[in-house]
């Protein structure tokens, strides 16, 4: 029997829906998802094991133009991820009309790219027609005139079947690169923490989301539950505040949607102790950003 397998490495701007794509691709929720932009901040590899073949996908952040060190990893991710990709998916949203330098990078490289316009199940079922939707494509053929365009709706699974058809079509014969039980390249505490920010996105407004860091510093399996112990650190002492809220109720509410959350995800009843700390600007201090895994 032939076995192929390659690493399809996701890329686009912030909110396109890469990591809605490659959740759904995978059948499992692996990547944290908001309606906020700049949501996933680092590389998560997703991987799908048949026994003819294995595919690695690469969630990664969304491309942008790095302000700060935290930002300037961020896209080290995506850069990187270029340098080991067999076949790269460009997503991009209906009506977004995208130009990076990045793409200049993208374009010379000697791999398949197939381009994603996503969200057509905003326009329904006849996004043929749609003014938006064609100029999309029409802007898009032209900038990547030797790629695949092929519109998706990650959402509602739309296409779907027909990429992963392209992406097996695509990978050439390699044995698997990763044992064939791995779905993912991360420990489960990484995915606790993920879980945590992602509560805090739909919690709590404004900068919160964006200066929070989490720290899962105990992950014991006991016989009945997991005993949990994360810690949260913000960039000042005012977001400290706001986080534990009025006799702690922000924080009581933050515990009761983690724990939901994190008892689906590991299929086990956990018990979840959260402690908030301040770590003084840590998103523009590369020492700070080394010690969180950035
Ligand atoms: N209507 C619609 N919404 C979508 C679709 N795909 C993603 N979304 C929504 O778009 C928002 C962003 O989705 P994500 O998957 O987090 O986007 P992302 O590209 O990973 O964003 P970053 O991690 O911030 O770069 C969420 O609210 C999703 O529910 C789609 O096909 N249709
Ligand atoms: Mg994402």
Not at 39 to 47: A, K, V
Not at 277 to 289: A, E, F, M, Q, T
């Amino acid at each position: 029997m032939i076995h192929k397998s390659g690493f399809v490495n996701i890329i686009g701007s912030p909110n396109a829906g890469k990591s809605t794509l490659m959740n759904s691709l995978i059948g499992e929720k692996i990547s944290i998802i908001t309606w906020k932009p700049q949501t996933t901040r680092h590389r998560i590899l997703g991987i799908i094991n048949e026994p003819d073949f294995q595919i690695i996908f690469s969630d990664t952040p969304g491309i942008i133009y790095p302000v700060y060190p935290m930002q300037k990893i961020m896209m080290q991710y995506v850069e990187k991820s270029l340098s080991d990709a067999d076949i790269i998916l460009l997503i991009t949203e209906f009506g977004k009309l995208e130009n990076f330098s990045i793409f200049n990078k993208i374009k010379k490289m000697n791999i398949p790219i197939i381009i994603l316009i996503n969200k057509i199940d905003k326009i329904g079922i006849e996004y043929k027609d749609n003014i938006s939707f064609h100029n999309s494509m029409k802007y898009w053929i032209k900038l990547f005139p030797n790629s695949e365009i092929l519109p998706i709706s990650a959402l509602k699974k739309t296409n779907q079947d027909l990429l992963m058809k392209k992406i097996i079509s695509l990978l050439s014969e390699h044995p698997p690169y990763y044992p064939k039980e791995f779905l993912s390249n991360r420990p489960k505490r990484f995915f606790v923490n993920e879980i945590i920010r992602e509560k805090i996105f739909f919690l709590y407004e404004k900068e919160i989301p964006y200066s929070v860091e989490i720290d899962t510093i105990l992950f014991k399996k006991e016989k009945t539950f997991i005993y949990i112990f994360s810690y949260i650190y913000v960039e000042r002492n005012s977001q400290k505040g706001i986080l534990v809220g009025k006799g702690g109720s922000s924080l009581k509410k933050l515990k009761f949607f983690s724990i939901k959350s994190i008892e689906s995800f590991l299929k086990k009843k956990v018990k979840l102790k959260i402690y908030v700390k301040v770590c003084k600007n840590w998103r523009y201090d590369y020492k700070k950003l080394k010690f969180f895994g950035y």
